[in-house]
């Protein structure tokens, strides 16, 4: 009677150990890195892995606190249809490991940018952090694991997103870190159709809440990266960093025999406008102008603080003609832009004078071509600023302006 009153609490003491150890690998699993992107495919790769928790399908969205927002980010599993069917009993029959998953990334993340149906759709979606918006946005706001585990819940879980997804019966947890919401991890086993357990339940809480710690390291390490690179007045890049993105940037455009156009902007008559009125003063046009460069910018286009008053921005794919058509539109916005007490400068404006210099045409690598545009922009200031001057091969014999020099400009 004894020996067999003792086997449940064998049998649970076992689970408890697994359940154990598998956190344990997962965790060193997390460790491997710190960037967030590999961060969140190795916490999914956990949820679908038969050697972590072993679902059928993993989406993960995140909180966006300044949007209110729950924004899809990564979804792993086969899509639907006959071929995802297919693909899922290949990679039951071959028991794939975590360890074989995580070392996959790369070949996945490949894979899947331009491939996978369930990872386009999962990051298509942005649901409204409030009541009515379905079961994911209750999640996020109650804290709470939601079950759709019996057809009677399932009648109640009708929201857009629960249909888009093509969820039947599944769970949905919360990723908390300090007590605050940082996601959600939506799981289901929708091809082998196996039941979701309460201890599978309980397993992906226990795990979710060791995934939102991993992320919110992975947030301060990405933070404190921004704000190495970051110039602290105007937010834009600093001047190190844009050294590096130009060499990085010159070497793809040389890759793929792309056009590249550098911009050096320079705002006249500073150093007259910051000693009468104040750093203050100055300071706010900085920012001023640093602001409207990033508002005409595309997304792919690199801003910077070049040093003092200058800045350059990086313009890939982009040739010397549509280059000072940009830089034009620059100039003319920051020339009607109004500034506090303008009308103290010599010009009654405040402006900019601006050179371009173009790769492959102007020059072939990163130094030549910032020596390049600093020539273009010191004959701008020399033919009498608030202008655009594309490089040509008759200023190659003028003099560089530097940013120490244009402090007095």
């Not at 980010?73 to 995580?102: F, N, Y």
């Not at 109640?156 to 990723?175: I, K, S």
């Not at 939102?212 to 960093?241: C, F, M, V």
Request: with cysteine; charged share 25%; net charge negative.
């Amino acid at each position: 009677m004894a020996e067999f009153s003792e086997l449940p609490l064998r049998q649970e003491l076992e689970r408890a150990r697994a359940e154990l150890a598998m956190l344990y690998e997962i965790g060193n699993a997390m460790r491997t890195t710190l960037k967030l992107d590999e961060i969140l495919y190795i916490i999914l790769t956990a949820v679908t892995a038969h050697a972590g928790l072993g679902f059928n399908r993993a989406m993960l969205f995140l909180t966006n606190d300044a949007e209110h927002m729950l924004e899809g980010r990564i979804g792993i599993g086969p899509d639907t249809g006959e071929k995802a069917h297919h693909i899922w009993q290949q990679i039951d029959t071959q028991r794939t490991s975590l360890d074989d998953l995580v070392s996959a990334y790369y070949r996945y993340k490949a894979e899947t940018e331009s491939s996978s149906q369930l990872n386009n759709l999962v990051q298509s979606l942005k649901i409204p952090l409030q009541e009515d918006a379905g079961v994911l946005a209750l999640t996020a706001l109650d804290g709470m694991p939601i079950e759709i585990v019996t057809e009677e819940s399932r009648q109640r879980a009708t929201d857009p997103v629960v249909q888009r997804l093509h969820l039947e019966y599944f769970v949905c947890v919360p990723m908390k870190a300090k007590d605050r919401v940082v996601g959600v991890i939506v799981a289901d086993n929708l091809f082998t159709h196996k039941p979701i357990t309460k201890d599978d339940v309980r397993a992906l809480v226990m795990f979710a809440n060791q995934a939102a710690l991993a992320i919110e390291n992975s947030r301060l390490y990405e933070q404190t990266l921004i704000s190495a690179k970051s110039d602290p007045l105007t937010g834009l890049w600093n001047h190190g960093h844009f050294q590096d993105t130009l060499a990085q940037q010159l070497m793809l455009a040389a890759q793929r025999q792309e056009p590249l156009c550098l911009i050096m902007l320079d705002l006249d008559h500073f150093k007259f406008y910051n000693d009468t009125l104040g750093h203050e003063a100055g300071n706010a046009a900085l920012k001023l102008v640093a602001l409207k460069l990033k508002e005409m910018c595309r997304k792919q286009d690199f801003v910077a603080r070049y040093g003092g008053e200058e800045f350059a921005i990086i313009l890939p794919q982009v040739g010397k003609s549509e280059g000072l058509a940009l830089a034009e539109r620059i100039r003319s916005t920051v020339e009607y832009q109004p500034f506090r007490q303008e009308e103290i400068q010599p010009t009654k404006c405040l402006t900019v004078s601006i050179g371009i210099a173009a790769f492959p045409d102007d020059a072939k690598n990163k130094d030549e071509l910032i020596h390049r545009a600093d020539q273009a922009l010191y004959a701008t200031k020399r033919s009498g600023r608030n202008r655009v001057t594309g490089y040509t091969t008759a200023l190659a014999g003028t003099d560089t302006i530097h940013p120490a020099a244009t402090a007095s400009t």
